[in-house]
């Protein structure tokens, strides 16, 4: 328990209640928008806190904190696996706030609760909620998206999803609400495919690229450059959010030999 007392290593931000979010297309962010506008919560990109290396917040009594990511590989994404571990929220008196985490997802949630409630765990913290939205799933190397009457139904549908999730935070139900999660020791070996799968020599560049600079600007792990009027990848991995190929204007950024055929994707409520 000694983890809530914390030595204060960057600049500190006090709020009273926060919603920490990390979204690619907008998904997230918009399922994380929706619950602030009705909690009354700050948005908090944690994107911006690593680029701004802003990890430690003090936190008013009695108020909520909440984190809402995507689900890749069926577990957390590496961006957040890596704030997780940096975040240190000081609490006073030792309370405990009600903490949850809303999973958006395509297919299955996996386990990605309970790896974010395992890196908590290690503050002295634990969630008290888990949920989950489904939503279009981005990974287009194997999911088509070309079927816009099916993305919009699917968004349609999470619309109820996203208003069930709020009403219990609102109320700061405890459990696990999430929903199509698979077996422990399944997630555990299909997540060892992500760290195989984030290399970017996998990435892509067409001739119809117009060096806009967009997808240098938007990544999340600075791994993309311009250089001669071309993206290049500068780092050998990444957080693989697929958001260069689903931003990209020309849809010139391809990742293998399928996402041409599956088309790009990004949340028409917000923007990213």
Not at 37 to 43: P, Y
Not at 56 to 84: A, D, H, M, Q
Request: with cysteine; aromatic share 12%.
């Amino acid at each position: 328990m000694n983890n809530f007392i914390i030595l204060v290593l960057h600049k500190d931000k006090e709020v009273d209640s926060m919603i920490f979010y990390f979204s690619a297309t907008g998904n997230s962010k918009y399922v994380a928008s929706k619950i602030a506008a009705e909690t009354k919560e700050e948005l908090i990109a944690i994107t911006d806190c690593i680029k701004n290396h802003k990890f430690t917040f003090k936190v008013n009594s009695k108020e909520k904190i909440g984190f809402i990511t995507p689900t890749y590989f069926w577990g957390l994404p590496c961006i957040v696996r890596e704030f997780l571990e940096k975040i240190q929220l000081e609490i006073p008196n030792l309370y405990h706030p009600y903490i949850y985490h809303v999973a958006t997802f395509g297919t299955t949630t996996g386990q990605v609760g309970r790896m974010a409630d395992k890196f908590l765990s290690k503050k002295g913290l634990s969630l008290n909620g888990r949920f989950s939205v489904q939503m279009p799933d981005t990974w287009t190397p194997v999911f088509d998206l070309t079927n816009k009457e099916k993305i919009e139904k699917i968004n349609h549908e999470a619309e109820k999803q996203i208003a069930e999730v709020t009403e219990k935070i609102k109320r700061e139900a405890d459990g696990d609400f999430s929903h199509r999660k698979m077996p422990v020791v399944a997630v555990k070996l299909f997540y060892l495919q992500y760290d195989k799968q984030r290399q970017t020599k996998y990435f892509s560049v067409e001739d119809s690229c117009i060096a806009c600079g967009l997808c240098a600007k938007k990544c999340p792990d600075s791994a993309i450059r311009m250089q001669s009027g071309r993206p290049m990848w500068v780092k050998t991995k990444c957080t693989l959010c697929l958001g260069c190929l689903h931003r990209c204007p020309k849809f010139a950024i391809q990742y293998g030999k399928k996402t041409k055929k599956h088309g790009q994707y990004i949340n028409p409520n917000v923007k990213i």
